[in-house]
């Protein structure tokens, strides 16, 4: 049984990976000072032991780690979040922006979680990883970068972020040519862009208030203020990386391990901008005894 907050397309998918997560999504009513009222978030959490928690990217949701989340739980207790004004997760605030963001997430891991976490944020969730990290480095015993941004400034579209246009540029992006474009980018294999990858990718857009939260984020600048700060992570930070990364390209792999000082990176051969997807076994097998490390390092 479904859900009742997800859409009622989410009844269409049709791969195992995404029926099994989509039949496990929950959602939290998560008590915040950004609101008087507790904040409807959507999450998953599967497995035991150890915890590591799972942050999608940009106009994206929780739905990107149904492939990964199953690997990570044989191991470890892997947690999942859309964040605020993203995915599943309640979009009715009138301030959208990174600080948010944050807030939003600490308040999740406080009433969720309560224990260090390893931090695993893909594309622009990593960029809110890092700056959760920077602001409550006690909650994190170590962070994942996955393709991430940081180094690159907010989103492209947010000079058009006035009427309008704002209204325009994201029609633009609902469109489903537009975003099988954008999709068949992301991967180094365009084999995996099927029907039902383009509609884990898009089913969040039907949840109300999609385009209005899309267009108060990006008003925000997004993380365009974090580049000078990566230099002052000090947790373990793994960095794992297509080699075929087509939307942000490979450099910032090599700026953000000679920016993290105790870092390192992982190079996935034959992948895209998203490895969890495209390899997730070798983006579990890179993860795993990282998570393992910096967990059992960490005070409780």
């Not at 857009?205 to 385009?211: T, Y």
Request: with cysteine; proline share 8%.
């Amino acid at each position: 049984m479904l859900p009742a907050f997800l859409p009622a397309a989410a009844a269409e998918l049709t791969e195992d990976t995404s029926i099994q997560l989509v039949q496990q999504m929950q959602q939290a009513a998560i008590a915040t000072p950004l609101s008087p009222q507790p904040i409807p978030t959507a999450f998953v959490c599967q497995g035991q032991g150890v915890p590591l928690l799972l942050l999608p990217g940009f106009d994206s949701s929780l739905l990107e780690f149904r492939r990964l989340v199953p690997l990570l739980a044989e191991q470890v207790q892997a947690w999942a979040v859309d964040l605020l004004g993203f995915g599943f997760s309640d979009r009715t605030l009138p301030t959208l922006d990174p600080g948010a963001i944050k807030l939003h997430l600490h308040s999740f891991w406080q009433q969720k979680i309560a224990r260090p976490v390893v931090l695993v944020g893909a594309s622009m969730g990593g960029a809110a990883a890092i700056d959760f990290a920077l602001t409550y480095p006690e909650c994190v015993a170590g962070l994942v970068l996955l393709d991430s941004a940081g180094f690159v400034g907010g989103p492209a579209m947010g000079r058009l972020m006035f009427p309008p246009l704002d209204s325009w540029a994201t029609s633009f992006l609902a469109s489903p040519g537009v975003r099988r474009r954008i999709s068949a980018q992301a991967y180094c294999d365009r084999a995996f862009v099927t029907a039902d990858a383009q509609l884990c990718a898009s089913l969040h857009l039907q949840s109300p208030r999609w385009k209005e939260a899309l267009i108060a984020f990006t008003k925000s600048g997004g993380y365009n203020f974090l580049s000078q700060k990566i230099s002052q992570i000090t947790c373990p930070t793994l960095i794992i990386w297509g080699r075929q990364d087509r939307i942000l390209g490979i450099k910032d792999a090599a700026r953000f391990e000679q920016a993290i000082a105790n870092s390192q990176l992982v190079w996935i051969e034959q992948c895209g901008h998203v490895p969890h997807l495209e390899k997730p076994q070798e983006t579990a097998a890179a993860m795993l005894p990282f998570v393992k490390a910096q967990i059992l390092q960490s005070p409780s």
